[in-house]
């Protein structure tokens, strides 16, 4: 087939995108004997334009899909829209748009950008959360979920933003404000639904260790934000009341140096204990501490203030009566809500003391070395294990040794016991919005005075969104949008038949994106959330492409939703992702993150249609290893476009070599052509196994490069050559530019897509060079490169450095004194 002259992506690329749709080339399943390989993207939230940020990520799976699809796997690459969420129902607010209208137009752009750019996508597994055949899988797990006691309804302290009106999760909570609309938070005490997800603590923590294929510092992120703690917990007596006051700590052993005890403002003793004399400054603290969130007062370097209550706590070990204060640090609902304080051993007691002259105590001396100053002149808290001191009986003790005897002394004595606690929480996930999944809970005041909720019957759900007034039931403050519908709200008991009230709250859209990676197993199926023979043969993902700024929040609840499907026999599987690979930040121009706030966006419509799609591509993957930040560069788009275009170039020129073949053996010139094509091979296929794609990319255009070098083939060997070299290089371009790898191969006489044809293996006889370079150096500096054979003995390699005239220039007139030799990599004269 003949090609034009110029290369024109435009003209290519459409007719590529139709093809593959048509015949469905990436459709799963299709190789059910095949290995497979689950690759995965975050799906993405559809809120506005998509960018070269989403592109990036998108790209990563893709280029994976590909080669793996090329290495014969039966691969699962599907793509769907986590629908639901703030951000549509804020637009609506805004705009007065519906939510439903505004999402799918979104969808519908955010699509025709990712066909645009070649995305190898099943399409035929597509999820939308926001629909009812989505989001009743949803309520279906709250249900199940309900029975085994993993969901329940609790009263407690909530970040509320101000401007979402509504609840959102610590994690969600930057800097005291909102991070989607930039709101202040404030704390806020009112009913929600939670998830137990403190009962897999211990699970999710243990099954991180099996995660050998993700980054270390998204493990790390979730074993602090788990955070397990072995202490014990010991009871202080009040003085003069019958009241107890319990603690944990992780350090017992410092005990004896404990000089004041610490409540939460809002510890249910602190009313009780607190003397008259002090009960005015210390409610007035704790009015002014409940007006600040709590992620505000326990941030890092935030002033450390608190008051004296004018009550004493009586030290277990010493019997030494201790002061009680209130303090911003200490959080009700953190531990017990009060710490033992011991400035000598800890950074933030030592603070503390120091700031309101508090006593400082040292109980600990270092195992060797310089001891310890007295506690008063103490410049820093020394807060390692050592040697107990001043500590009664266990004077002498090592730490470790002493927090063992001093806990069993505490269980011995009914006055505490060893511990183990967890800095994670239970998911609130109930939401004063309209735009989610509506919780299927029913309120009956003859069968459920006690409003604890009865479950929806599961014949009936999906319990579906009402249709709406955007700006009758969106806009206006106080009770949630949904109570705002009476049709809808007033229902019938399950039980007796009577009146019932819907639950009007919504959930957190993090439940949609927890389990949709399995919902694509079989995205039509209704007698499950999904069939459970699929599970078998897909989970888990084995590779899983986002950002790591979902290191707490996603990532840590799908995994905990994972376990969940297992105990109700759906997935075989504890974990849900071999490897994790989070992509890096692609900056605008100005260097900033590109975001509609900064102007700064840099839309792929823009890219493609100038350009093309590969062009676009190739420059997204070439700029940089996939989990680097890299700055938007025009220049360096441009060029990408001009190596595409050599790459088409090249095609051109030796177009005459198509279908040329060679029976007998490859010298000269043909056998250098076929060992840059093996080379080249190799080299990509294993960067790509790495995901180093940008170089990848890289040994593509240096193979480009000596294919130029090599010139126009003669003989029958070379044209041979060059012909398999020309489909080699369809091939290493292939996950990259598929559309210009097509075009071209089909020039070149191919029946099928590049994609199906699979990977060839390199031969490796042809990857080994038989002439090797040589850096030649006269006292250390580099003066020559010599080519030599490989198997080269030092002395060939000697005579050939010394026959270099570089080499004898830098060596006449002096006297050699040494020579240095590095087999396969350089030689030194040591001259004087």
């Known amino acids: 087939m003949a090609m034009n002259e110029r290369y024109e992506p435009q003209a290519i690329e459409k007719k590529w995108q139709t093809r593959w749709e048509e015949a469905q080339v990436f459709r799963a399943g299709k190789r059910p004997g095949a290995p497979k390989k689950y690759i995965l993207e975050m799906l993405p939230y559809p809120s506005g334009k998509m960018h070269m940020g989403h592109v990036r990520n998108y790209l990563i799976g893709d280029v994976y899909a590909r080669f793996f699809q090329m290495r014969g796997y039966d691969v699962l690459h599907p793509m769907g829209w986590d629908a639901f969420g703030l951000p549509a129902e804020n637009a609506a607010i805004k705009d007065g748009v519906h939510p439903a209208v505004r999402t799918r137009e979104n969808i519908d752009s955010f699509k025709k950008e990712i066909r645009s750019l070649g995305y190898s996508y099943d399409w035929t597994r597509e999820v939308n959360t926001s629909e009812p055949e989505y989001y009743r899988w949803n309520q279906w797990f709250f249900i199940q979920m309900l029975e085994r006691g993993l969901v329940y309804r609790r009263f407690s302290k909530v970040n509320w933003c101000t401007g979402c009106l509504t609840v959102i999760a610590n994690e969600q909570v930057k800097d005291g404000v909102c991070e989607r609309c930039e709101s202040p938070v404030v704390d806020k005490e009112m009913p929600e639904w939670a998830f137990r997800i403190t009962k897999y603590s211990q699970a999710l923590l243990d099954g991180l260790d099996e995660l050998k294929e993700w980054p270390e510092r998204i493990t790390s992120m979730q074993r602090n934000w788990i955070g397990r703690s072995e202490g014990v917990e010991a009871d202080f007596n009040i003085q003069g009341s019958d009241a107890r006051l319990r603690v944990f700590t992780t350090r017992i052993d410092t005990i004896y140096g404990c000089t004041y005890v610490v409540l939460a403002p809002d510890h249910k003793l602190v009313s009780q204990i607190t003397t008259p004399a002090q009960r005015a400054e210390v409610e007035a603290f704790a009015k002014k501490m409940a007006a600040i969130s709590k992620t505000d007062r326990t941030a890092e370097g935030a002033t450390k203030e608190g008051v004296f209550t004018g009550a004493y706590a009586i030290n277990p070990f010493s019997g030494q009566p201790v002061p009680i204060w209130v303090a911003n640090f200490v959080l009700s609902d953190y531990g017990t809500g009060a710490v033992m304080s011991v400035p000598a051993h800890d ?173 694509y197993l079989s995205p039509h199926y209704d007698l499950a959330p999904f069939d459970a023979k699929e599970a078998q043969r897909w989970l888990p993902v084995d590779v899983y492409v986002g950002g ?108 005459g070599v198509a279908g040329a073949t060679h029976d007998g053996a490859f010298e000269g010139k043909a056998l250098e052509i076929r060992r840059a094509a093996h080379k080249c091979l190799k080299r990509v296929g294993e960067a790509i196994e790495r995901l180093s794609f940008n170089t990848a990319i890289a040994g593509s255009m240096e193979y480009v490069n000596a294919l130029y070098a090599l010139g126009t083939p003669e003989t029958p060997s070379e044209k041979a050559a060059m012909a398999e070299a020309m489909r080699t290089l369809t091939v290493v371009l292939a996950p990259f530019a598929p559309h210009l790898s097509d075009e071209i191969a089909e020039s070149y006489g191919a029946k099928d897509f590049v994609v199906t044809q699979g990977w060839p293996e390199f031969d490796p006889s042809l990857v080994v060079d038989d002439v090797i370079p040589y850096a030649v150096q006269v006292n250390g500096k580099l003066r020559a490169e010599i080519r030599v054979p490989a198997d080269a003995a030092e002395a060939d390699v000697r005579a050939a450095a010394e026959s270099d005239e570089r080499v004898k220039a830098a060596m006449a007139g002096k006297t050699l004194r040494k020579f240095v030799f590095v087999p396969k990599r350089l030689v030194n004269f040591v001259v004087g």
């Open 347 to 519: 950074e933030r007691d030592f603070e503390f003391a120091r700031k309101y002259a508090l006593p400082i105590k040292v109980v600990v001396q270092p195992a060797s070395g310089d001891k310890l100053p007295a506690g008063d002149t103490l410049e820093l808290a020394h807060t390692e294990d050592g040697v107990l001191v001043d500590s009664g009986e266990y004077s002498g003790l090592p730490s470790a040794e002493a927090r063992k005897k001093m806990g069993e002394k505490l269980k011995a004595e009914g006055r505490g016991e060893p511990k183990v606690t967890y800095r994670q929480k239970d998911w609130g996930f109930s939401r004063q919005r309209y735009w989610g999944t509506p919780i299927p809970i029913v309120y009956c005041e003859k069968c459920d005075p006690e409003r604890k909720g009865q479950p929806v019957p599961l014949a009936q759900l999906p319990v579906r969104l009402p249709e709406i007034d955007t700006q009758a039931v969106l806009t206006g403050k106080g009770e949630p949008p949904l109570a705002k519908v009476p049709e809808w709200v007033n229902t019938t008991c399950p039980k007796c038949g009577g009146p019932a009230r819907r639950e009007t709250e919504t959930m957190d859209t993090f439940v949609d994106s927890c389990w949709y990676f399995a919902r």
């Open 548 to 655: 790591p700024e979902h290191a707490v929040m996603h990532l840590l609840y799908f995994r905990f939703w994972t376990r969940v499907m297992k105990l109700l026999g759906l997935s075989p599987v504890d974990e849900p992702v071999t490897r994790l690979v989070t992509q890096g930040i692609v900056n605008g121009p100005d260097g900033r993150k590109m975001s509609k706030r900064w102007g700064n966006v840099v839309a792929p419509s823009s890219i493609v249609s100038k350009y093309g799609a590969d062009t676009a591509r190739t420059y997204v993957l070439f700029a940089g290893p996939p989990e680097r930040d890299f700055d938007w560069s025009d220049d360096q788009v441009e060029g990408a476009f001009r190596f595409l275009k050599r790459v088409w170039t090249l095609a051109v020129q030796h177009h």
